[in-house]
């Protein structure tokens, strides 16, 4: 007789079937599994256990040889009547009278609750009920097949994802902060109804419930929730999610764009504010004759529309460049180009157009076999009764439908407003640049005694450029006069002052006026004619060095001391009397302070845009402490030096940056 199988190791169940089917062993594994005591079932023909007809006896056993080595999931019908889902192993057993079966189920892989997990699955997903389930974190860990229909997207599209991420809905975040009174306080929510848009604009209505879900601590491990469809949903309910989402939209374009000073951060604020909600992809095309002050406008386009000959509207594209920075006003726009089909009819009609075809081709016939169709509407850019261009969404799929041509629209105007001030604002600030680099000295005086070099720099956040100047003079004596000067003020208007008090500085150091004397009566030639000096008040700092004695007077009017670097490394302002600015009224008395300075020194005069932090962690002697320690070796060539001063600078300054460098010798 061969030996009895060894007993069953703890958490399993296994029962030792004869040849002839009848229970031959059994464990306590198996009598926790299915409530019958050894003495019960020992002898007994193992057809007992099953919960439907089977074949009984040695037919049994042949059966189960069959499957040996495979996994079988069986009902198993338990002593006090009910059944369970069992998965088990047969394994043959050699035995003194034939070939047995050993039954081995692990008690720890059995399905939850006895449940079918194949039943239950097919349940899941059969429903027509959606099921849903998310983490602590609001990300989906499941979906049905049922819910991921009505979201409009697929489950894998699901998994993984905040809710927020994935479901267009009228109030994101009051949804959001729902979600999270059920995952942190436990709150069940029933009868909640929602009202979206799908993907495709379809519009939905769901109600369900939601609530938490617990682990066996009692602790909350995430929320599941179960809606259906609502067929004959109030028609208030849709309404309220194309208007919320159009209103989004709305919300989403004017916070990106309003504050934009250039036209091609604009375009990409509107791309970010649009795609992939709204739109695929946003493309800008300007025509050439918006750079211009005087813009083409409707009765013009009306005129060359009724004229078959007329000309091909001329265009560029705005297109965000892709750097660290955002790019300044001044710098180039794209070149121009001919405008496509689709945007030449949107300008000149001045509606928009509506169109089908490949994507990225404007609607030109291509190959349909190789080539995504897409839908797309141009809609134009018109302000104050002119046209600036066209703006045309493009997306996969079906063409844009009426309602979301009128939301383009509106998005459109917004823009058409930001482009209109961003133009404005680009010509006055290429204006008043032009204006104040004409303005200032071209070139320097340069004597071997005195070697000189200078820098400017505008406003590194946009602002228009302002009234900086510098100069200097050769004065009759082995003399040299030196000044800079900043105007109160941005633009066109603060760089024409700035032209006035330079040249009238400037012409007053010629006099042979002392510093202090000069800013006295450069002061008092704005009394009583605010327009003599742009009706702008101004700082300035003047000094007039000796050559021959290595000694300087120096007047200054509300402007920063200039810095001395001496040949042997230590810097330190020059202080004097800083007086009230220019051009204020006040009738102030300037005088100026004497310094000696020996041979080597540099002089540096340099305008608030160098010093000023914007975030305020720098006081003004701390920040003229940073501007001397740039300066390593005194003895550096003066364009080193600049650019070691200019490095210093704050960064995104909101103000423009004179620099003026002295390096003082003797004849």
């Known amino acids: 007789?061969?030996?009895?199988?060894?007993?069953?190791?703890?958490?399993?169940?296994?029962?030792?079937?004869?040849?002839?089917?009848?229970?031959?062993?059994?464990?306590?594994?198996?009598?926790?599994?299915?409530?019958?005591?050894?003495?019960?079932?020992?002898?007994?023909?193992?057809?007992?256990?099953?919960?439907?007809?089977?074949?009984?006896?040695?037919?049994?056993?042949?059966?189960?040889?069959?499957?040996?080595?495979?996994?079988?999931?069986?009902?198993?019908?338990?002593?006090?009547?009910?059944?369970?889902?069992?998965?088990?192993?047969?394994?043959?057993?050699?035995?003194?009278?034939?070939?047995?079966?050993?039954?081995?189920?692990?008690?720890?892989?059995?399905?939850?609750?006895?449940?079918?997990?194949?039943a239950v699955e097919r349940l899941v997903h059969a429903t027509p009920v959606g099921l849903a389930v998310i983490d602590t974190e609001l990300r989906f860990r499941f979906i049905n097949g049922t819910c991921a229909r009505l979201n409009g997207k697929s489950a894998e599209d699901h998994l993984g994802r905040r809710v927020a991420d994935v479901l267009a809905l009228p109030d994101p975040q009051a949804y959001e902060e729902m979600l999270r009174r059920v995952v942190e306080?436990?709150?069940?929510?029933?009868?909640?109804?929602?009202?979206?848009?799908?993907?495709?604009?379809?519009?939905?209505?769901?109600?369900?419930?939601?609530?938490?879900?617990?682990?066996?601590?009692?602790?909350?491990?995430?929320?599941?929730?179960?809606?259906?469809e609502l067929r004959d949903s109030p028609d208030e309910l849709l309404d309220l999610a194309r208007s919320r989402r159009r209103l989004d939209l709305l919300g989403r374009v004017s916070a990106r764009i309003t504050r934009q000073l250039d036209p091609r951060t604009v375009v990409g604020q509107l791309a970010a504010a649009c795609v992939p909600e709204f739109a695929d992809s946003?493309?800008?095309?300007?025509?050439?004759?918006?750079?211009?002050?005087?813009?083409?406008?409707?009765?013009?386009?009306?005129?060359?529309?009724?004229?078959?000959?007329?000309?091909?509207?001329?265009?560029?594209?705005?297109?965000?460049?892709?750097?660290?920075?955002?790019?300044?006003?001044?710098?180039?726009?794209?070149?121009?180009?001919?405008?496509?089909?689709?945007?030449?009819?949107?300008?000149?009609?001045?509606?928009?157009?509506?169109?089908?075809?490949d994507e990225g081709d404007e609607g030109d016939e291509g190959d349909e076999g190789s080539v995504a169709r897409c839908g797309g509407v141009a809609v134009p850019l018109v302000t104050t009764g002119e046209v600036l261009g066209a703006v045309t969404f493009l997306r996969q799929g079906p063409p844009f439908t009426g309602e979301e041509v009128l939301l383009a629209q509106e998005v459109t105007a917004r823009a058409a407003t930001a482009i209109d001030n961003a133009l404005l604002y680009r010509r006055e600030r290429l204006a008043a640049l032009a204006l104040q680099r004409h303005l200032l000295p071209a070139q320097l005086p340069s004597v071997p005694w005195c070697e000189l070099a200078h820098r400017y720099r505008p406003a590194e956040d946009d602002t228009l450029a302002g009234g900086d100047w510098y100069d200097a003079i050769l004065l009759p004596g082995g003399r040299i006069g030196l000044s800079i000067g900043d105007v109160m003020g941005h633009g066109v208007q603060a760089a024409a002052a700035m032209g006035r008090y330079r040249s009238s500085a400037h012409a007053l150091l010629a006099t042979g006026l002392p510093p202090g004397h000069l800013l006295t009566r450069l002061d008092q030639l704005s009394d009583g004619d605010p327009g003599s000096l742009g009706g702008l008040g101004a700082t300035c700092a003047c000094t007039v060095y000796d050559g021959a004695t290595g000694r300087c007077r120096l007047a200054l009017a509300g402007h920063p001391p200039p810095l001395a670097i001496r040949p042997d490394g230590t810097a330190g302002p020059l202080h004097a009397d800083p007086g009230p600015p220019l051009g204020m009224g006040l009738q102030q008395v300037h005088t100026h302070t004497e310094h000696d300075l020996p041979p080597g020194s540099l002089l540096v005069f340099y305008t608030d845009g160098m010093i000023e932090d914007p975030v305020g962690a720098l006081d003004l002697d701390q920040a003229i402490d940073v501007l001397g320690r740039a300066v390593r070796d005194p003895h550096a060539p003066l364009d080193e030096v600049c650019d070691a001063l200019m490095a210093t600078r704050p960064a995104a300054s909101a103000d423009d940056a004179a620099l003026l460098v002295a390096r003082l010798g003797r004849l």
């Open 282 to 357: 946003v493309a800008v095309d300007l025509l050439e004759s918006s750079l211009s002050p005087a813009a083409a406008g409707a009765a013009e386009w009306a005129a060359k529309k009724r004229h078959a000959s007329s000309p091909v509207p001329r265009v560029l594209s705005l297109e965000l460049a892709q750097a660290a920075r955002g790019p300044f006003p001044e710098e180039e726009l794209p070149p121009v180009r001919p405008a496509g089909p689709v945007v030449a009819e949107c300008v000149r009609s001045m509606k928009p157009v509506v169109f089908e075809g």
């Open 185 to 228: 306080h436990g709150e069940t929510v029933d009868n909640l109804r929602v009202s979206a848009l799908r993907p495709d604009g379809e519009p939905m209505a769901v109600i369900g419930t939601l609530f938490p879900l617990r682990d066996t601590d009692g602790s909350i491990a995430g929320a599941g929730g179960f809606v259906h």
């Open 1 to 118: 007789m061969a030996e009895p199988p060894p007993a069953a190791p703890a958490g399993l169940a296994t029962l030792l079937i004869a040849p002839d089917g009848r229970v031959q062993q059994w464990s306590t594994g198996a009598q926790a599994l299915t409530g019958y005591s050894e003495p019960e079932i020992i002898g007994q023909d193992a057809a007992l256990l099953a919960d439907r007809a089977t074949p009984r006896g040695d037919a049994l056993v042949r059966a189960l040889l069959r499957t040996t080595g495979q996994v079988r999931t069986d009902w198993l019908r338990r002593r006090e009547g009910t059944c369970r889902s069992v998965a088990w192993y047969p394994v043959a057993v050699p035995l003194s009278d034939g070939q047995g079966v050993l039954a081995v189920a692990p008690l720890e892989a059995q399905p939850a609750g006895g449940c079918d997990p194949v």
